[in-house]
């Protein structure tokens, strides 16, 4: 079993974490920079200033946990502990469910370990749109290198699963190309479960690397800290006050954690950044923070196989088709990425469709259950404005969310992709995961093509998911056009910074965790040039 090194961490004495649920009196403290959120840009944010000599608080509203000891790859657990309202985070419609993370090392310590570069599609696209000239492929490769390196992101060797294999034979077999995902792994026991928590600490996310190499430096964590408002003097950030939560992380228990720090670093996702911005009335000019906020929308495809998928068992994911991506241009039809998701009892049987007897046999043959899922490329075009975080009564998010035609347009397109993708791996039988077809689908391709076009394309009729979430505090070269410069830096607010996957201007069409490495990483190292006058060697 690999070391833990949370645990030895905190064995030895010299970390310095606390736990807000054990307040018993507001307290204040005083740092360089305070971090809000220790996810991918939270994380590797606190490693490179904390390096640089700076002394760095990281804040996070979710708890700490030991990998190898607190990780049972039990949903029943894992939901409630890791995740956004347990899992059950919705968009105000309720017709996306939205995965994120809320533990420390945020959602790396949760995802399913895919590492992609930012296309270069999407960096051209916001050289062109938004002036970001410095967002070229060559510019920004040493920064991926950088983060590859530090996250051990490396081609995986192992033979897929069957899950994954099927995605591949049916490619294949309808004439799209393929390719095998890279991963973020070291010692990898491949045993499928990383959505709950690695509990062999292989996952090579901030829970493991970046967030202890910070605390051995000598910064300060507080877990169960949820930001309530960023602190203002005039035209200067100054700090950021939180709400103590109980142990369980849901409720405020009744005293407060100040941080002042003259620089203040925004990481808490695209959702709860541009949430933390409205609670604290920043300037916004133009109105633009929680606007266009992307999740890369998902629609389902479950399929049952004459041979054993046993979708839980094995690294989740280790292929995918960009075929249609490629083959669409950014301003056209609504390009999409194929992947396949681990398979779990609970999630599982909560997306499938069908009642009663009929989603009693569709869960009878779990082992055969087969399911292909589409991430849409949003952002690009004039009919794929995205959503807008708001806030509800109680000052929490609220991500509205409408589903253009355009969006439905390529999700029935994708629907299509992926029934002829399983039917030619075998399928006897294919279900797109909407509430029309039901637990039966279609018996064939010829069947399933008949259908699919004659759904009607709806909110909580086709069931649709997510686990990116990007957006809602944009940047760009101007500040008529974004929230904050291409560094991170608020375009009217001095001293804050924003560091996570809220900055980008669309989508990326990938999963986002190794981009959001990389430009925390570049803004980062610039940050801390900026505030010690010398270069960081990062990693």
């Given at each position: 079993?690999?070391?833990?090194?949370?645990?030895?961490?905190?064995?030895?004495?010299?970390?310095?974490?606390?736990?807000?649920?054990?307040?018993?009196?507001?307290?204040v403290v005083e740092a360089d920079v305070v971090i809000v959120g220790s996810g991918a840009g939270g994380g590797v944010a606190a490693d490179i200033l904390s390096q640089s000599g700076l002394k760095v608080v990281l804040l996070e509203e979710g708890g700490l946990h030991y990998a190898s000891r607190d990780f049972k790859l039990l949903e029943s657990q894992a939901y409630p502990m890791l995740y956004?309202?347990?899992?059950?985070?919705?968009?105000?419609d309720k017709g996306i469910t939205i995965l994120q993370g809320r533990t420390v090392g945020g959602s790396t310590t949760v995802n399913w370990t895919s590492s992609f570069r930012t296309p270069p599609t999407t960096l051209a696209f916001w050289q062109r749109h938004l002036g970001l000239e410095g967002m070229t492929?060559?510019?920004?490769?040493?920064?991926?290198g950088k983060a590859e390196r530090r996250m051990n992101v490396s081609d995986w060797q192992v033979e897929p699963n069957m899950n994954n294999k099927a995605l591949m034979t049916g490619a294949d077999r309808t004439g799209i190309h393929w390719a095998k995902i890279r991963r973020n792994v070291k010692g990898c026991l491949n045993l499928g479960y990383c959505g709950m928590g690695c509990p062999s600490n292989a996952k090579q996310s901030m829970l493991v690397t970046t967030i202890p190499a910070a605390l051995d430096r000598g910064a300060v964590l507080y877990t169960h800290a949820r930001a309530e408002r960023v602190l203002m003097d005039g035209e200067q950030a100054v700090g950021v006050e939180c709400l103590a939560m109980d142990d369980a992380g849901l409720y405020p228990n009744g005293f407060r954690l100040t941080v002042r720090a003259k620089t203040v670093v925004l990481a808490g996702g695209a959702i709860n950044t541009p949430a933390l911005m409205l609670r604290s009335r920043l300037p916004d000019p133009q109105g633009l923070i929680g606007k266009r906020t992307f999740l890369h929308p998902v629609n389902i495809s479950g399929a049952i196989m004459p041979y054993k998928v046993e979708g839980w068992s094995g690294a989740p994911q280790s292929i995918y088709s960009d075929h249609h991506l490629d083959t669409h241009p950014v301003d056209g039809p609504m390009g999409y990425k194929l992947e396949v998701p681990?398979?779990?009892?609970?999630?599982?049987?909560?997306?499938?469709?069908?009642?009663g007897e009929k989603h009693r046999q569709v869960m009878a043959n779990f082992d055969r259950l087969q399911v292909v899922l589409a991430l849409m490329r949003d952002g690009f075009h004039e009919a794929s404005q995205g959503g807008t975080v708001g806030l509800k009564a109680d000052g929490t998010p609220l991500l509205d969310y409408p589903i253009s035609d355009y969006v439905w347009q390529g999700m029935r397109h994708s629907f299509l992709t992926m029934?002829?993708?399983?039917?030619?791996?075998?399928?006897?039988?294919?279900?797109?995961?909407?509430?029309?077809?039901?637990?039966d689908g279609y018996a064939s391709w010829a069947e399933a093509?008949?259908?699919?076009?004659?759904l009607p394309m709806e909110v909580l009729r086709t069931k649709v998911v997510s686990?990116?979430?990007?957006?809602?505090?944009?940047?760009?070269?101007?500040?008529e056009d974004g929230v904050v410069n291409e560094y991170g830096r608020h375009h009217q607010l001095e001293g804050l910074y924003v560091m996570d996957g809220s900055v980008f201007p669309t989508s990326i069409g990938a999963n986002p965790q190794l981009?959001?490495?990389?430009?925390?990483?570049?803004?980062?190292s610039k940050l801390a040039q900026t505030l010690t006058g010398r270069d960081v060697a990062w990693p």
């Open positions: 079993m690999p070391r833990d090194v949370i645990a030895d961490g905190l064995a030895s004495g010299k970390w310095m974490v606390h736990d807000a649920s054990a307040l018993a009196a507001d307290k956004q309202e347990s899992a059950g985070r919705q968009t105000r492929v060559e510019a920004m490769s040493p920064w991926f681990p398979l779990h009892p609970v999630l599982t049987a909560i997306t499938m469709s069908g009642f029934a002829e993708l399983q039917f030619a791996a075998g399928a006897t039988r294919v279900m797109p995961i909407h509430e029309d077809v039901g637990a093509k008949a259908g699919i076009l004659s686990a990116h979430v990007m957006g809602g505090a944009a940047m760009a070269a101007r500040a981009s959001v490495y990389a430009f925390a990483a570049r803004n980062a």
